[in-house]
């Protein structure tokens, strides 16, 4: 039965015209409403939380798809490096995102500091800050760090004209982000019960719009979407191979791509995009110092990631453990081109997946990506090889 013309569909299609907005008319709307300051973050995480307690609307930057044409963005990078920093120039320099009054750029990997660097050249009037984080996570040491970049995120913001730092404030704004990815938790888990009530392309577009609008709204958003799917009695399983997708953290896939992979036989039942609001995977406490309970979160309780260093931990544990508990048959390694965090981490991650019996397969997109046959044919494949064995 078809969803068409339901509240169900509305809802996708809402989160699906965000997601296609390059000039973020939901963030000038809320400019205009508010009078509020709005700044921008480039993947992975950004302490969300620090911005709306100071009055400023956090949106997400992942940059763009095959529709958008790269007129300048190409000038600034060699030819052998991933596209999204060409297309977040490239919004940058058409004025798509003049409506932004600063972008934050954690630090992922050197493309990322470059293009902080690029960004504080070519739009000096605007808030740019390179987020550094601690590559060691002792309290003293890499927490001491992190929460002086923190305070200083903090500072430059109120410089900027949002509203000074205030502890109570930022105890409310973990409250709603709490409340968010909680919502993202629920949705993630039902998905790996029932994937075919959770398509990954409705997921993504939610995703994507989550990033872009205000905290309460995409937690409503969510609500909305998982209390609609639990009506919808016209989804049932189908017999597909549930995959876990990994990779794919910072230059997001096309839509295309994910749909492609679903019509090739795959339940997504994992995956690395958008994990902004899954960076940090439990409730952070209200309590004492926000702000430090900002930082333990970070040291503590954030996932596991190709730009995390690892000290003590296994490389590919954590993928492992989160193949059995989304009871993936296979994964998907799907890094965009030219990746370095991802491609250098892959032959580890490979090893381990290996070493654990799970089969695999590779392959790698861009953002703009327009032709998808060769990696349906590849994915159907692997769907049906692990529809084969599981069946021996
Ligand atoms: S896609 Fe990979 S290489 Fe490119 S900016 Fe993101 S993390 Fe860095």
Same mark, same amino acid.
């Given at each position: ?38 700044v ?6 950004v302490p969300c939380e620090i911005l709306h307690a100071q009055?400023v ?45 600063g972008?934050l750029?954690p630090a992922?990997?050197?493309? @990322? #500091?470059? =293009? ?8 000096? *009037?605007?808030l &740019?800050r390179y987020l550094d984080v601690p !590559?060691?996570?002792?309290p003293e040491i890499g927490g001491r760090f992190y929460r002086h970049e923190l305070d200083e995120l903090a500072r430059s913001l109120t410089e900027r004209?949002a509203r000074p730092y205030d502890a109570e404030a930022l105890r409310?704004s973990i ?82 791509? @994910? #749909?492609? =992979? ?8 994992? *995956?690395?995009? &958008? ?5 940090? !995977? ?6 004492g110092d926000p702000m430090q309970q900002l930082v333990m979160a970070f040291l ?93």
């Open positions: 039965m078809s969803t068409e013309g339901t509240p169900l569909s509305a809802l996708v299609e809402r989160a699906d015209a965000i997601y296609r907005d390059y000039s973020l008319a939901t963030v000038r709307d809320w400019k205009a409403r508010t009078g509020g300051l709005a921008g973050f480039m993947p992975i995480y009055g609307l956090p949106v997400g930057l992942m940059g763009a798809r095959d529709d958008l044409e790269i007129i300048k963005g190409d000038a600034y990078y060699q030819s052998y490096i991933c596209h999204i920093p060409r297309s977040t120039i490239e919004l940058g320099l058409s004025g798509r995102l003049d409506c932004l009054d972008v750029f992922i990997c050197d493309v @990322i #500091r470059n =293009l902080s660097g690029m960004w504080q050249m070519l739009f000096p *009037d605007k &740019v !590559q060691n996570f002792e004209g409310a409250g709603l982000y709490n409340a968010l990815r909680r919502e993202v938790r629920e949705l993630y888990a039902l998905r790996q019960r029932e994937p075919w009530k959770v398509p990954t392309s409705e997921l993504y577009l939610l995703l994507r719009a989550s990033v872009v609008i205000p905290v309460q709204d995409a937690t409503q958003m969510f609500r909305e979407y998982r209390a609609l799917i639990a009506e919808d009695a016209s989804r049932v399983p189908l017999d597909q191979a549930r995959v876990m997708l990994t990779g794919s953290f910072c230059e997001q896939p096309p839509i295309g791509l @994910i #749909r492609t =992979l679903e019509r090739a036989g795959c339940y997504i039942v994992d *995956d690395d995009f &958008v994990q902004v609001h899954r960076w940090i !995977q439990s409730d952070i406490p209200t309590d503590q309780d954030a996932m596991a990631s190709p730009t995390r260093y690892i000290d003590k931990g296994e490389k590919g544990a954590d993928l492992i453990l989160r193949i059995r508990r989304s009871q993936a048959e296979g994964v998907l390694f799907c890094a965009p081109s030219f990746c370095d965090p991802a491609l250098l981490d892959q032959p580890m991650a490979v090893r381990a997946v290996e070493r654990h019996g799970v089969p695999w397969t590779a392959f790698k997109y861009s953002e703009n990506t327009g032709q998808f046959q060769v990696i349906r044919e590849q994915a159907g494949t692997f769907a049906d090889s692990i529809k084969l064995w599981s069946a021996v």
